[in-house]
């Protein structure tokens, strides 16, 4: 079994930056064939993709509203995945949760296709 631990969320003004880190924990070797993804959860909303990242490292992937402005990218080594968050607006603001999955070699949208999940940070950006 594999664990998700996300860390790095909190309080920043617009325009700010945070960096997000999701650590792997347990059967840790499986996770350098895994591929990864973050996602967000808004109040009163439903939970969105933000970013993913392919079992390579190689072919990243973006929602939208967060291209040119956030980045994805692993250490396997260690094995961590982070979330660089610049330019960061008050729309931004709710709980982001880092999701790995074993099976998927590229990236992927979609949050059924990920096995694992870690508990979620908050991230509030204020205007």
């Known amino acids: 079994q594999v664990q998700l631990a996300a860390s790095g969320g909190g309080l920043v003004q617009a325009g700010g930056s945070l960096r997000l880190s999701c650590a792997a924990s347990?059967?840790?070797?499986?996770?350098?064939?895994?591929?990864w993804g973050w996602f967000r959860q808004a109040p009163g909303k439903e939970r969105e993709f933000v970013a993913a990242i392919s079992r390579s490292g190689i072919t990243t992937r973006y929602a939208d509203s967060v291209k040119g402005r956030l980045t994805i990218s692993r250490d396997n080594a260690k094995p961590t995945v982070y979330l660089q968050m610049n330019s960061l607006k008050p729309e931004d603001t709710a709980v982001y949760y880092c999701?790995?999955?074993?099976?998927?070699?590229?990236?992927?949208?979609?949050?059924?296709?990920?096995?694992?999940w870690g508990q979620g940070t908050q991230v509030t950006v204020a205007s």
């Open positions: 347990g059967r840790t070797l499986s996770t350098y064939t895994m591929s």
């Open positions: 999701a790995a999955s074993r099976s998927l070699v590229g990236t992927s949208t979609l949050p059924g296709v990920y096995d694992y």
